[in-house]
């Protein structure tokens, strides 16, 4: 059994991450990202998917990332599904 870094709890099913040559043991993946997600530097949240890195600061959308100042981001490229996006939404006003 081990330990884990951010609870303490003595579990049996600790597992160990290894991230830019240190070693962390954890309990469960919520104390795993509680301690090495980073955070968005916008709206503070914890980064749990790819998000965006933009000139060496982390966001966790590219909404966050405009709100601070960086172009160019998308959370998603369109293609043909964003004309259906639009027709729907004009068919909804």
Aim: net charge negative; glycine share 8%; hydrophobic share 35%.
């Amino acid at each position: 059994m081990a330990q884990c870094e951010v609870c303490g709890n003595d579990y049996y099913l600790s597992f160990e991450v290894v991230t830019a040559g240190n070693r962390h043991v954890f309990d469960c993946f919520e104390c795993a990202i509680h301690k090495l997600a980073p955070v968005c530097s916008h709206c503070g949240c914890k980064i749990i998917g790819h998000g965006i890195e933009a000139k060496e600061t982390f966001f966790c959308c590219a909404n966050c990332a405009r709100q601070s100042g960086v172009s160019g981001v998308e959370d998603h490229i369109w293609g043909k599904e964003k004309e259906t996006a639009e027709e729907l939404a004009k068919q909804q006003n």
